[in-house]
């Protein structure tokens, strides 16, 4: 059987992003996972029944680590020797690739689920945008998870069309709707829920949910809330995800307010958020940059609709007034009126609701997906 090895920088990336993927090619190559922290990445090897091997890797510019890094997987592979490897995330995929194109590995990959890079200037954008097209450059074919980054990278001119394929309709995972189905929560369990947050039957929920810092657009998501809820008192937000105040924190006035307003409650990370999506109304995701935003999917499959900034991924999930509003990035105002819109009129919110979830289950089924990129792979081997 031949060897598939994927690599991620972390394994929250394996857990999350690529929930249950790897498991499933196993049926099909001899899978190994790599990544960092090597315990947590055992744990998951353990748990998905799937091969591990461990590299140290961060998601800040560390060229000596990543060297020592290179250095390793390049011995891994060439003791291993994997027909393909996958890489995903940006340190991943630089790393990775270049130790299999130094490796002899013939197929290389690359999936492209954002792009920090969007959100750099100066020469930090310069270093960014070099690392990015050398990555594709080393890759033989790269996977865009959005047509916004397909065009993205064309426009950018870090690779030449023939490199590039958007699979499906987009996604790197798509999406489980018997796991992520309102029908799993019955009433009785809802009302269970709201009591243990205290958030009573009548209360408007929106939720976010995703990391705490600025490019997620936390901070016009708390400016336009507690303004809304001067006006509107029965209103709640809801934040699902860590703060991480080292790498993008958002502001110490906004940092305050989550801790202290009566209306916003802000439980941390969750591994499983279907409960708190079960008792909200609308999503709230004014993200600045993304790749194709996995919760967008699951709080449709909820029936969730979602308030999205207009950007790639975001604006192909959610169609305007079908499935949810679409607003452009860093505009609080447009926030605070599309908020307001959905508080006011329920007949809208109940449209978008009935919609959400079939837009999911028509277009980015997870088995269907697991399918398009085996497929994809055996194809390549062809080559």
């Known amino acids: 059987m031949h060897k598939l090895i994927r690599i991620t920088t972390i394994p929250l990336s394996l857990e999350k992003l690529l929930e249950g993927q790897l498991t499933f090619m196993n049926g099909h190559y001899d899978v190994i996972a790599i990544a960092a922290e090597e315990e947590r990445l055992q744990k998951y090897g353990s748990d998905n029944k799937v091969r591990t091997f461990w590299v140290e890797m961060t998601r800040k510019i560390t060229p000596i680590l990543d060297l020592k890094s290179v250095i390793k997987l390049y011995r891994y592979f060439k003791s291993e020797k994997p027909l393909i490897v996958h890489t995903h995330t940006p340190k991943a995929g630089i ?8 490796a002899g590995v013939p197929i290389r990959l690359h999936t492209v689920a954002g792009m920090p890079l969007m959100e750099t200037l100066g020469l930090k954008r310069k270093i960014l945008n070099l690392v990015e097209k050398f990555t594709y450059s080393l890759a033989t074919k790269v996977y865009p998870n959005s047509k916004g980054l397909q065009e993205i990278i064309l426009k950018e001119n870090f690779a030449k069309p023939s490199k590039l394929k958007v699979l499906g309709k987009g996604s790197s995972n798509g999406i489980d709707t018997a796991y992520f189905d309102p029908e799993l929560y019955s009433e ?11 958030i009573e039957p009548d209360q408007m929920v929106f939720i976010f949910v995703g990391r705490i810092v600025s490019e997620k657009g936390i901070n016009e998501l708390v400016s336009s809330f507690v303004k809304l809820h001067k006006i509107y008192s029965s209103i709640r937000l809801l934040l699902i995800g860590p703060f991480e105040e080292d790498l993008d924190p958002i502001s110490p006035e906004n940092y305050k307010i989550i801790q202290t307003h009566e209306a916003i409650i802000h439980e941390g990370y969750q591994a499983d958020i279907r409960k708190y999506l079960s008792i909200s109304q609308v999503l709230a995701f004014p993200s600045y ?10 709080a449709g499959a909820m029936e969730v609709p979602a308030i999205v900034t207009n950007i790639n991924g975001c604006n ?36 978008l609701r009935k919609n959400a979830r079939l837009e999911i289950t028509s277009n980015y089924e997870r088995s269907e997906f697991w399918k398009l990129l085996l497929q994809e792979y055996q194809s390549l081997e062809k080559v």
């Open 95 to 102: 790393v990775g690739m270049l130790a299999a194109k130094l």
């Open 289 to 298: 940059r993304e790749g194709f935003p996995n919760v967008v999917m699951q």
């Open 316 to 351: 192909e999930i959610i169609t305007e007034n079908s499935n949810g509003l679409i607003i452009p990035v860093k505009d609080e105002k447009a926030l605070f009126n599309a908020m307001e819109k959905l508080i006011l009129d329920q007949e809208l919110l109940k449209d």
């Open 188 to 198: 009785d369990l809802r009302d269970q829920f709201r009591r243990e947050l205290k």
